[in-house]
């Protein structure tokens, strides 16, 4: 179940959400996102699923949420958030002009601009009050809900640094005798960056949901219905029901899962699978909704609708993947949940040590006249936060405030889910699905990979491959597949498609006899004898002969594991149809992808083990990475053994690959396979390309680096920036942090991490 969840700030919010949603009966799992401001909750089995009574929780914490409304097709419907974002930029331009007046302001007091009433103090202390009253006032009232709640965010830092920066400006303007500097400039100016930041911020954090948002524009809103009387009339998609006919023209997006019956066209798949050319559709193949008609008109029969259709299950899955954290993220997310009452307490610890201990070490630093970064100088009762201090009670003020105001547990909290929302994006942009952010970050780390083989490694259909022995080929194979055409095995259609692609007419069956797992014989029209196809022993068994040298194509062609279709007229042999699985077209190219990226391979099989030794030669595996004629239970014992070795990925496409995708590690299924494949797997890669797996685990790993890059910031950025805000080059250097640069490099730290993540996109 997924909830929208307004009102989060920082990681301190992410972890006051979470620690409400598992407060409440019967929720036994909660992850939250920062970035796209959602929550991911289940139930037990057992429970009773109360979401007013989440909701209402949530909402007493001051998180407004509500469950995540989707249309008839799965997709989420985005709230209408204009009036929140005109809001939003209002405070923003009401703030910096603001600031803006505080500068001219703080110019004119210097004398550079002679505007006197601009600068006079009333004047100063009326834009403070404005800015706190004003775009101010919605961080002042959360900031203070929070901490009454026991559970501090962002909002109650920047509002104990403005609040406290305008009421010791308050105090020295009314107590001049303190010997406190006036800086009303200060809350404007904070208050300002922070808006400013924040509004920079949502920005980049909207792009990172842009690719759910493009998957939901795939689906049509209507669809033109063949009526009983043969006219065409146009009607919403959710109307539609299974086994009705619509019409697809040119340029149309395909609103159903559903088969062609009528017409030839090609299909663009590509906003789905990824894959780059299009889908030759004719009467009998299955387009999937979201896909594009590129050429021509098609009828297409109806099979599922709204949630049911592939590209609903697809934004459901990028949907769970945003919500399920990536186990990386935990430590961020603990750090975070604390974050704001070590802050406060460091910023206690700031005041209380320059207040009575490091004036009296250091008194040279009452003398500081210039800030870090700021160039301001005291004019009179009116100066600069962090510069002209003239007392240790307004130094160790103005270094608690700049402690409080530097530190981001944004960075933090925005750290790892910018980035898997990111990455998830584009996963889905490519066809890969993966299940969370727990699956990206396995992903990463996987180092053995196993493939089953029928349908992963090879195309998982026979084929004709070629025809030995034989003195007239296109006769031996015409014979074969004018016999064959009544049967429905699938050597049989390997027979028949080859026929067709040589374009040779199929002669009719005047009468035919099959021999269960051996072959067929029969009589065709305008020929003279019995014409018998099947295994060579079975020939041989039928009085058939072979010639020493045909004997020996047929030896050879054993021991290359090939399947073998021998084609007799009469007593004579005509020759031998080798069929074989054929490999994917890269599977090479995927398999040696993998190796590059330091994978270990192996193959699992219920082939005979003449054809699996065949494709591990094709494909350079060794002979201890081999196995064969395994049954399902089998495979789970070979695959335990493999993860005594380490994380194992297995790679299926079968029903009877689901138990080993489901006890691997990471089970990948390939999008052509079984839906109970896909079931079970933890990244569904669609299409037919197999070089998606070396591709998606590649994404994997550029994801974890990210991650990785952004957590060293937010931790970095906050392990040096706290020190500086609370004075340590103080004494030394004679340097030290003022507010409003503070402010800055708060902003900056959050944008930045948003920033990295949306570097995913530009490789």
């Known amino acids: 179940m997924l909830l929208d969840v307004d009102g989060m700030k920082c990681g301190g919010c992410v972890r006051s959400v979470e620690r409400t949603l598992l407060d409440q009966p019967g929720v036994c799992e909660a992850s939250v996102n920062l970035v796209t401001r959602s929550a991911w909750i289940r139930f037990e089995d057992d429970a009773v699923a109360d979401l007013d009574g989440v909701v209402q929780a949530l909402t007493a914490r001051g998180f407004l949420a509500q469950p995540r409304e989707t249309n008839a097709f799965g997709a989420a419907v985005e709230a209408d958030r204009s009036w ?69 965010t962002m909002d109650t830092l920047v509002s104990l640094g403005v609040g ?4 010791a400006s308050l105090v020295a303007l009314a107590w001049p005798q303190v010997g406190w500097p006036c800086f009303f400039n200060e ?3 904070l208050l300002g960056f922070v808006l400013l930041g924040r509004f920079l911020e949502e920005r980049a954090r909207r792009r990172t949901g842009r690719a759910l948002q493009d998957l939901a524009a795939l689906q049509p809103d209507v ?44 299909v663009d798949l590509s906003s789905l699978t990824g894959e780059p050319l299009p889908l030759d559709a004719s009467p009998g193949a299955e387009l999937s909704s979201g896909s594009l008609n590129l050429e021509a008109t098609l009828m297409v029969e109806v099979q599922r609708i709204g949630r049911e259709t592939a590209l609903a299950r697809i934004i459901d899955l990028v949907e769970q993947a945003q919500a399920r954290k990536a186990p990386i993220q935990g430590l961020a997310d603990r750090v975070a949940g604390q974050f704001c009452y070590a802050v406060v307490s460091f ?42 201090a003239e007392t240790p009670l307004g130094l160790a003020l103005q270094l608690s405030i700049a402690v409080l105001v530097v530190a981001c547990p944004c960075a933090l909290g925005l750290a790892t889910p910018t980035v898997i929302t990111v990455s998830s994006g584009l996963a889905a942009k490519q066809g890969w ?101 099947g295994s060579p022993e079975w020939l041989q068994d039928q009085g058939v002969s072979w010639t020493e040298q045909q004997q020996q194509t047929l030896d050879s062609a054993v021991q290359r594991g090939q399947s073998l279709v021998a084609v007799a007229l009469a007593e004579n042999p005509l020759g031998l149809v080798t069929v074989d699985d054929r ?43 081999l196995a064969w004629q395994l049954l399902p239970h089998q495979k789970l014992e070979r695959l335990e053994l493999l993860r005594d070795q380490g994380a194992v990925a297995m790679v299926g496409d079968g029903i009877n690959d689901a138990p080993a995708l489901a006890a691997a590690d990471l089970g990948i299924a390939v999008g052509t396979g079984t839906q109970i494949a896909q079931d079970t797997a933890d990244l569904v890669l669609l299409g037919d390309r197999l070089e998606a797996v070396p591709e998606a685990l590649c994404l994997a790993k550029r994801t974890m680096s990210k991650i990785r890059q952004n957590l ?37 730290s959050s944008v930045s991490v948003v920033l990295n993540a949306l570097s995913l996109r530009l490789r």
């Open 583 to 625: 490999l994917r077209p890269d599977a090479s190219l995927a398999i040696q992808r993998l190796r590059d990226q330091g994978q270990s391979v192996a193959m699992l099989s219920g082939d005979r083990r003449q054809t699996v030794e065949r494709v591990g030669r094709e494909l350079g595996f060794a002979d201890a990475d």
């Open 187 to 189: 809350p404007v100016m």
């Open 223 to 266: 669809a033109r219905l063949l009526m009983d009387d043969g006219t065409i009339r146009e009607v919403p998609v959710s109307a539609l029901r299974p086994g009705e006919r619509v019409q697809l023209l040119a340029g149309d997006r395909v609103p159903v899962d559903g088969i062609v019956r009528e017409g030839h066209s090609a």
């Open 347 to 388: 910023a206690i610890l700031t005041f209380l040590f320059w207040w009575q201990v490091g004036c009296r070490l250091w008194p040279q630093v009452l003398d500081v006249p210039v800030a870090l970064m700021d160039h301001g100088h005291a004019h009179g009762l009116h100066g600069s936060l962090g510069a002209g």
């Open 84 to 152: 929140g974002w005109w809001q939003q930029w209002r405070q923003l331009i009401v703030a910096l002009v603001l600031l803006v007046l505080s500068v001219v302001g703080h110019l004119a007091e210097a004398g550079t601009v002679h505007v006197p009433p601009l600068g006079s103090l009333p004047f100063h202390a009326g834009l403070a009050t404005v800015a706190l009253v004003g775009p101010g006032r919605p961080i002042l009232i959360a900031g203070w809900r929070a901490a009454r709640m026991g559970v501090p």
């Open 712 to 748: 060293i910031w937010a931790f970095g950025y906050n392990l040096i920036a706290l020190p500086i805000a609370a004075g340590v080059l103080l004494p030394g250097f004679g340097l030290l942090l003022s507010p409003p640069l503070a402010a800055l490099l708060m902003a900056f």
């Open 164 to 167: 406290s920066a305008y009421l």
């Open 433 to 533: 699905l993966f299940r969370g952010g727990d699956v990206i970050e396995l992903a990463a780390s996987v180092q053995r990979m196993v493939f089953d083989k029928t349908g992963t490694l090879t195309l998982g259909r026979p084929l004709v491959d070629s025809v030995l022995a034989s003195k007239d080929p296109p006769q031996t194979l015409q014979l074969a597949a004018s016999l064959e055409q009544t049967s429905r095995h699938p050597l049989a259609h390997a027979l028949l498609q080859e026929a067709q692609r040589l374009q040779l007419p199929l002669l009719g069956v005047e009468s035919s006899r099959t021999t269960p797992g051996a072959g067929m014989e029969g009589r065709l029209q305008g020929v003279e004898g019995l014409v018998r196809v």
